[in-house]
């Protein structure tokens, strides 16, 4: 029997093991952190990442712990529209995005792996290109070597080298609210260099977010801090930020990689942020990894030869990096002049050719 060892136990080394295995392969997972955990944050799932759910088995039991994502579009910071989402013609042409909490994907995604593939608390040292991974509890070994291990990957230097991340420009926060009054329309805001958003999540509560740029490493004093910079915003951002605990809100800068020239090294492979970690704009994220889990356990299972992975892989996620990239480029615009000329362009911008730049992302098939 062939086996996938897999270095990491997030979304999408959980994801890999479950389409190894559904394809009859042994699979292994190390992971560093002793327990599988989520941050308290909210993950949309587009209908791309939900067709790769679907071909894992999974699509129906994460669409029951889900609601359907009802963001409208984007405002100014004073609840001015921006710009619509045509929410029929996206349901219509591609499906509907969902909402859920990160901790149930993982849940679900944990429930499905086989109850012995998976050590805790086992930190990879060096991956080689025989399959071998030297480790803190012993060597491991496999037919094909998974880095899942996130933007600071310890497999990337056996496929890449050392391949630094680069800071965006701006820094983030998440947390998770019970709301006090009615959301009205969901939306996400953007101001000068810095955006707000909120959405709905199944058991009632809201997940925030919000950005601003700020030098890189600069700390934040958290609920204080964002009620300063948002507490004027449209309703209902204020209450939002009235109702959230402190010990909620999770801070941290953004990164992303930069192009990898590839994503394979004989039996090594790359996927999720391992390879391609990029900034959160498109919310493809996790979206992509799970992609990436379908197609990588597909391409070993019909040829050993994983350069097809690569070359089905990277093109398409080098470009949805270089989308997110440009959108929160364009979002984080801090001078009033070019604020002002964004907020006009994207008012005249039709709601229809804002559901056609979404096909290249949305109309993956697996």
């Avoid at 700390?219 to 909620?248: C, M, N, Q, Y």
């Avoid at 492979?269 to 493809?284: E, F, I, K, S, V």
């Amino acid at each position: 029997m062939s086996k996938a060892l897999i270095v990491g136990g997030g979304i999408g080394g959980l994801a890999t093991a479950i389409a190894f295995d559904r394809r009859g392969w042994e699979v292994e997972i190390l992971e560093k952190a002793t327990k599988i955990t989520a941050v308290g944050a909210g993950l949309s799932l587009w209908p791309n990442a939900i067709r790769a759910l679907d071909a894992l088995g999974l699509g129906d039991e994460v669409r029951a712990r889900a609601i359907e994502d009802g963001s409208a579009g984007i405002r100014d910071s004073r609840g001015t529209w921006l710009s619509r989402t045509d929410a029929e013609a996206v349901r219509a042409r591609y499906g509907s995005p969902i909402m859920t909490h990160r901790a149930d994907l993982l849940d679900i995604l944990r429930g499905a792996v086989p109850e012995s593939a998976l050590r805790t608390g086992i930190s990879v040292r060096e991956v080689r290109a025989d399959g071998t991974v030297t480790h803190s509890q012993g060597t491991s070994a496999g037919d094909v070597i998974v880095g899942a291990d996130g933007i600071h990957s310890v497999v990337r230097r056996a496929v890449c080298g050392v391949v630094d991340p680069r800071y965006s420009g701006y820094t983030a926060w998440r947390m998770v609210v019970t709301p006090t009054e009615p959301l009205g329309e969901l939306a996400e805001s953007w101001g000068r260099g810095e955006r707000f958003g909120y959405a709905a999540l199944a058991d009632g509560r809201v997940y925030c977010f919000a950005t601003a740029n700020v030098p890189v490493g600069t700390s934040s004093t958290g609920l204080p801090e964002l009620r300063r910079r948002f507490g004027t915003w449209h309703d209902p951002i204020p209450s939002l930020l009235a109702a959230a605990d402190e010990s909620a809100v999770l801070h941290n800068d953004i990164y992303e990689l930069p192009p990898l020239r590839t994503y394979v090294s004989g039996r090594i492979a790359l996927l999720g942020d391992a390879a391609h970690a990029m900034t959160p704009n498109l919310g493809q994220g996790a979206c992509q990894a799970l992609e990436d889990a379908v197609v990588l356990a597909r391409v070993a299972a019909e040829d050993s030869d994983l350069t097809r992975y690569d070359a089905e892989r990277r093109p398409r996620t080098r470009m949805i990096a270089a989308r997110s990239n440009r959108i929160g480029a364009v979002a984080q615009l801090d001078s009033p002049l070019a604020v002002r000329l964004r907020d006009t362009v994207m008012r005249l911008i039709p709601s229809s050719a804002q559901f056609k730049a979404l096909a290249p992302v949305l109309d993956w098939k697996g």
